[in-house]
C-alpha cells in the first residue's frame, strides 16, 4: 500500500490507464467507423466491384474538382439519395481530406449498407497519388 501512499506515483497511475484506454479506444470504435482505405485499393474496388464513390464536399468544391465517377451527396441528403442503392454494393465516401468521411460511413452503416469505406486522403490524396479529376 505504501506505493499509493505516494502522490507521484498515483498520478503515474493514472497516465498509465489512461494511455491504456487511448490506444484500446481505435479497437472499439473501428467497426463502426469502417476503414479507411488508400487510393489503390479505392480504384481495385471500382474497377472490380463496381464500388459507388460518394463525394460528401460542399457542390463548390465538387465542380472545381472531383473523381470522375463520383456523386455528390450532402451528409444532410445521404439518407434520403441513397435509398436506392444495393446494401452489399461496396460504397467509397471522399472528403476534402479524409477527416469528415468517417461520419458519413457511420451514417451509412446504420442504414445497413455493409461494405462502406472512407477514401485515405479524401481529395487531396487521390490528387497527390496522380490519379485524374474532372472539373465541371
Do not use: Y
Not at 490507464?17 to 469502417?34: C, D, E, H, N, Y
Not at 460511413?105 to 469505406?117: H, P, W
Amino acid at each position: 500500500m505504501d506505493f499509493l501512499s505516494s502522490q507521484n506515483n498515483i498520478l503515474i497511475l493514472v497516465v498509465a490507464v489512461a494511455s491504456g484506454i487511448m490506444l484500446l479506444l481505435p479497437a472499439f470504435t473501428k467497426g463502426r467507423t469502417g476503414r479507411s482505405i488508400p487510393t489503390d485499393e479505392a480504384v481495385q474496388k471500382m474497377n472490380q466491384d463496381g464500388a459507388v464513390l460518394i463525394d460528401i464536399r460542399s457542390a463548390d468544391q465538387f465542380k472545381a474538382a472531383h473523381i470522375a465517377q463520383a456523386q455528390n451527396i450532402s451528409l444532410t441528403d445521404l439518407e434520403s439519395k441513397t435509398a436506392s442503392f444495393a446494401k452489399d454494393k461496396a460504397i467509397v465516401v471522399v472528403c476534402e481530406h479524409g477527416r469528415n468521411a468517417p461520419k458519413a460511413v457511420a451514417s451509412l452503416r446504420k442504414l445497413g449498407f455493409e461494405q462502406v469505406f472512407s477514401l485515405e486522403g479524401g481529395q487531396q490524396g487521390w490528387v497527390q497519388a496522380g490519379l485524374p479529376v474532372k472539373k465541371s
